[in-house]
DNA sequence: CGCCAGGGCATCA
DNA sequence: TGATGCCATGGC
């Protein structure tokens, strides 16, 4: 039933907005250090700073760790909340350093949930979107605007809960998790508004649906 | 001027 | 488990 239904909202999205290019960066690092960088901000903040970082030659674990942090929250700022995001870029870079990233990412999916969640700054969807588009592992990425969308058609439910009804309604495969995670950002950052949903024509089809099943 | 952005954490009930 | 306040700059 809800299978059916993660499975026609994919589709759906892909026939409005076409397939996405998402994510794109020169190493896994890269990806992790926007991962943080995006939080709560929006992306063309997070190319700017990663474009700052890279001109100072700082986009590698091993650099970023001995830098001064002074200078990461400099070149950090235009994302916000930029003293935390600087301190925790550093104690992640510190970690990759240490650890080594192949190594980390080479671990079975799960492990390497848990591990980036044990980081601080890391909660479930910087730990998926790293596991996802950084090391290339399933797993899918619920954000604010997946919670917000599922909510209107009808269904609520909390991060793994959601995460978990997406994963049982796809094929474990990681182009198609990358690409379903960025068509919904791409269409609520246009169609659905924080509280109307009136332009949201996703939301009438299938609520249309629903009334004519059932 | 007010609102919100591809969250996470400490704190409290 | 769930709700709330906080972190903070930038664009519209």
Redesign the pocket.
Known sequence: MQNELVSEIYETLLGKIGHLH??PADTPFEVVV??IL?????????E?AIEALKMSDLMEPEKLADADVEQIEELV?????????ARRLQDIAGFFATEGMDNIFSLPTDELRKIM?S?????????D?IVL?AADKPKF?I???TTRIMKCIGIEG??MQLQSLFEAGLPSDVPLYKEY??LI?EYA?NYC???QCEDCTLVHRFREKEVNNG
């Open positions: 998402w994510w926007g991962t995006t939080q709560q901000t929006k992306w063309t903040n997070v700017k700022r235009c994302c916000g909340f930029y003293r935390q995001k969640l980081l601080k700054g890391v909660g479930n969807e910087t730990a979107s588009y990425v954000d604010a605007y909390n991060y995670h960025a950002v950052k508004g924080k509280k």
